[in-house]
């Protein structure tokens, strides 16, 4: 299984909703990520999860709330969201440096979230 | 993360060769690596080199790398209409991935 699954895949909220978006997979990978990607642009990094636990924010505005309940499960919580925060959110994992470490991380389809 | 820069447009008639460039600038990448995005789609990867090696070849795939010039390339050979994609080169810095701005190819018939 090299599948990294991501749902919803589409997801149409409003500025004053809560919502979330999930992501898993059963590679194994003990690093996972966030990424937002804009039409037209490269996928920007937004969080890094290594051993469960968070190692990178890239200095993401408070109203996205990552969440690693397990080594498989990374979810991204959302809430008071703008207009400018419409985009793909793209979820991917990767294994940690050791034996036949390559780096690449697996991507999944994507979220593609829109605010009214 | 690191300056990936790539050119942004690449027409190409189906059956013809595709040469995708990118340059970089983090002397100290491990890996390189290519991904293709379709319309409306996550990142698939293409596929990676390790940068102590100039080249790597994968079926319609070759990537040359030359490390002095810190210049990655990928060519797609025998292009077909199903290769209209964004692709994008990406260098690693500890756990961040940094793209270049995505090269649009178009196969016309």
């Known amino acids: 299984d090299t599948e990294v699954t991501q749902t919803p895949k589409h997801l149409v909220m409003g500025m004053t909703n809560k919502k979330s978006l999930k992501c898993e997979q059963h590679?194994?990978?003990?690093?996972m990520y966030w990424y937002k990607q804009k039409a037209k642009k490269p996928p920007e990094l937004m969080f890094v999860?290594?051993?469960?636990?968070?190692?990178i924010n890239e200095s993401v505005p408070s109203r996205f709330s990552p969440e690693c309940p397990n080594s498989s499960l990374l979810n991204l919580h959302l809430h008071a969201l703008q207009p400018e925060d419409s985009a793909l959110y793209l979820c991917?994992?990767?294994?940690?440096?050791?034996?036949?470490?390559?780096?690449?991380?697996?991507f999944g389809e994507g979220s593609r979230l829109t605010v009214l | 993360g690191e300056d990936v820069e790539q050119s942004l447009f690449l027409s190409v008639r189906e059956g013809d060769s595709s040469v995708i460039n990118c340059t970089y600038t983090?002397?100290?990448?491990?890996?390189l690596y290519w991904y293709k995005q379709e319309p409306g789609a996550g990142l698939q990867l293409l596929t990676y080199?390790?940068?102590?090696?100039d080249m790597k070849q994968d079926q319609r795939l070759t990537v040359l790398l030359n490390k002095k010039d810190k210049h990655l390339s990928l060519r797609i050979a025998d292009t077909q209409t199903g290769d209209s994609a964004i692709y994008f080169c990406?260098?690693?810095?500890?756990?961040?991935?940094?793209f270049g701005a995505g090269t649009t190819v178009t196969v016309r018939a």
């Open positions: 991917a994992s990767s294994q940690l440096a050791g034996t036949g470490y390559t780096g690449e991380l697996f």
């Open positions: 590679m194994g990978h003990r690093a």
């Open positions: 999860y290594s051993y469960e636990k968070l190692s």
């Open positions: 080199i390790f940068s102590n090696m």
């Open positions: 983090d002397s100290s990448s491990t890996y």
């Open positions: 990406a260098d690693k810095d500890d756990y961040k991935l940094s």
